[in-house]
């Protein structure tokens, strides 16, 4: 109607991704030794964009988002405040982001390099809401500075005692699983906490992560053996061991490993093997810690015995299962989770249990096979969910899969070494790697399934676009 203001109308999904199509092909087009256009429009970067998209990547790198997820959301970003001829380049530590404005105008390149971090899926999380609605068009660039100022001013949703708590629930949920009973659970929890506030001291102090790690490992493993030798001094009969397996589940890193596979898979080698030899130095520290206390122990008369070392086995029972949600919800509020998705987590968390078990129960498979399998579901489902709810998917992942850390296999491949059992021990270990291994290839081949027969998001990470896809032989 005449003299009716018009109402601006945001950009839809599928316009976003059809401006992502139209920059894949003329940044494809500029390969090409006729790509170059002479006479193309110069458009100049606004260097608040620049620094918005820099920040926004720094941030979800430092808070545990993977490199892949990263370079997409910087990309939506440059895509969506009009950043010409955006490259994005992010490895473990690194992140560039290049924008060249045409014609004579020399390109423009910023980077930050992450120096400190800290696993915070409540950030990963708003950062995701962020990108999605700059995408759509429903954040204008200013907005979306404020946007980024308040996420990082912003309190977690869980009070810090809560969350140092949370590693303790995990080895305290563990413990149940495995039969421990409530003593067991009870110093199962102080214990876990007691090392991880040494951890954090250490840490103050300036002391090296892999030496944090030993110690927490140390501390635990002091407080289960000595409740072990009280047991068998008195004849109490408690499965003291469940402390020490516990222990191992808390500080096991899950996180890394799925995010080694996953920049390898997605082609970023890099990232991939940075992340893989920070999971090997925290398994060596883990190892290095119990081991000393393992052997000490023998050494000064503890018994510990091989055939009641604790191990939840391929049990259904309800305390198990409960034990498996504890430990899902436990580990998701340690990387402070949106509590709204923890009811989800328990689930899936009792889901990878409940195939693990029935696999290795009624098809009589080995273990990897049984891990790998539970892996697989929790990857499908997981990656589902992010993409219907529109939420990163690392939060679903990492805290699904822990019931099946290999605690409880890498404590026995220990003890078999302490007490002189050298092949017994090196294959105990080396199968808890393959274990570990088998649940992030599992969940990461889970996401391809899901990628292979659904569209990408607003980064266009769908079936054709997504570049690692493209590298080789995708483009044909």
């Not at 390149?109 to 609605?133: A, I, N, P």
């Amino acid at each position: 109607m005449p003299g009716k203001p018009e109402r601006h109308v945001p950009p839809s999904e599928d316009r976003m991704l059809s401006r992502m199509r139209d920059w894949r092909a003329a940044h494809e087009r500029e390969l090409t030794p006729d790509g170059l256009d002479e006479d193309e429009d110069v458009s100049l970067p606004d260097a608040r964009a620049i620094d918005l998209v820099l920040r926004v990547g720094e941030l979800m790198l430092a808070s545990g988002e993977g490199t892949e997820a990263v370079s997409e959301a910087m990309l939506s970003l440059a895509i969506a405040f009009n950043l010409p001829r955006s490259e994005v380049s992010v490895t473990f530590t690194t992140i560039t982001l290049s924008t060249h404005p045409g014609g004579d105008h020399h390109p423009i390149t910023g980077e930050r390099v992450v120096r400190r971090r800290t696993l915070d899926y409540f950030r990963v999380s708003e950062l995701h809401t962020l990108v999605q609605e700059a995408a759509l068009g429903l954040l204008e660039l200013e907005d979306a500075s404020a946007r980024l100022a308040r996420i990082r001013r912003a309190r977690m949703p869980y009070p810090n005692w809560l969350i140092a708590v949370g590693f303790g629930l995990i080895a305290s949920s563990a413990s149940v699983m495995m039969g421990g009973g409530f003593i067991v659970a009870t110093v199962a929890l102080l214990a876990t906490v007691l090392g991880d506030r040494t951890a954090v001291f250490l840490a103050k102090r300036g002391v090296a992560e892999f030496y944090q790690m030993a110690a927490a490992a140390v501390v635990a493993a002091t407080i289960g053996v000595a409740l072990l030798w009280v047991s068998n001094t008195m004849d109490l009969g408690l499965k003291a061991g469940a402390i020490i397996t516990g222990n191992i589940m808390a500080l096991l890193p899950g996180r890394p490993l799925v995010s080694s596979l996953q920049d390898g898979i997605s082609g970023t080698y890099v990232s991939a093997a940075a992340r893989l030899l920070e999971t090997f130095f925290t398994l060596g520290a883990i190892v290095s810690g119990v081991a000393a206390v393992a052997y000490t122990a023998q050494r000064l008369g503890v018994h510990i015995d091989l055939e009641t070392l604790p191990s939840a086995g391929t049990s259904m029972e309800i305390p198990v299962l409960l034990g498996a949600a504890g430990i899902a919800m436990a580990f998701a509020i340690s990387l402070v989770v949106p509590p709204r998705m923890l009811p989800m987590i328990g689930v899936m968390g009792v889901m990878i249990w409940l195939i693990y078990a029935n696999m290795r129960e009624v098809l009589q498979v080995p273990p990897v096979v049984g891990t790998l399998a539970g892996a697989i579901a929790v990857g499908v489902v997981g990656h589902w969910l992010a993409r219907r709810t529109r939420r990163p998917v690392l939060p679903y992942l990492v805290p699904a899969i822990a019931p099946l850390l290999p605690g409880s296999i890498l404590y026995r491949g220990l003890i078999e070494l302490t007490q002189g059992n050298a092949g017994a021990g090196l294959l105990g270990l080396a199968e808890a790697v393959t274990v570990g291994l088998a649940l992030g290839a599992g969940v990461n081949l889970g996401g391809e399934l899901v990628r292979a027969f659904q569209h990408g998001g607003l980064a266009g990470a769908g079936m054709r676009s997504r570049p690692a896809a493209r590298r080789t032989r995708g483009g044909y």
